[in-house]
């Protein structure tokens, strides 16, 4: 059974940070890209970050994240993590992990994605 499972969301201070984990069962997520999303009330789903699989590792990320959040790979592990730093107000939101099962270049779109995760909530506040 394909299985996407998020971890690490909570409560984080301004300026503060979190790691996100995305670990997957049934199959090898090495081989895809995998993308970060996130959903505030009210607001649209946005691409955040995504790493391309198959060995590429290229990455991307929307404007307002760069400089504060990486992604990564552990292959050993079947995981993507979302490092977080300096998060403001702005970055609370439900975060999803998804797969690509289609290609291995990332893309922060959301409809390039076939699997998703049930989603981790990141709340920053004072």
């Known amino acids: 059974q394909l299985q996407l499972v998020e971890s690490g969301g909570g409560l984080a201070q301004p300026g503060g940070s979190l790691r996100l984990s995305c670990s997957a069962s049934?199959?090898?997520?090495?081989?895809?890209?995998v993308g970060w999303f996130r959903q505030a009330p009210g607001k649209e789903r946005e691409g955040v970050a995504c790493?391309?699989?198959?060995?590429?590792?290229?990455?991307k990320f929307i404007d307002s994240v760069k400089g504060r959040f990486t992604i990564s790979r552990d292959n050993a592990k079947n995981s993507v993590y979302l490092q977080m730093n300096s998060l403001g107000f702005e970055d609370t939101a439900r975060y999803h992990c998804?797969?690509?099962?289609?290609?291995?270049?990332?893309?922060?779109?959301?409809?390039?994605?076939?699997?998703w995760g049930q989603g981790t909530q990141v709340t920053v506040s004072s």
């Open positions: 049934g199959f090898t997520l090495a081989n895809y890209a």
């Open positions: 998804a797969v690509d099962f289609a290609g291995y270049l990332c893309s922060i779109m959301p409809g390039h994605y076939d699997s």
């Open positions: 790493i391309s699989g198959a060995g590429d590792g290229s990455t």
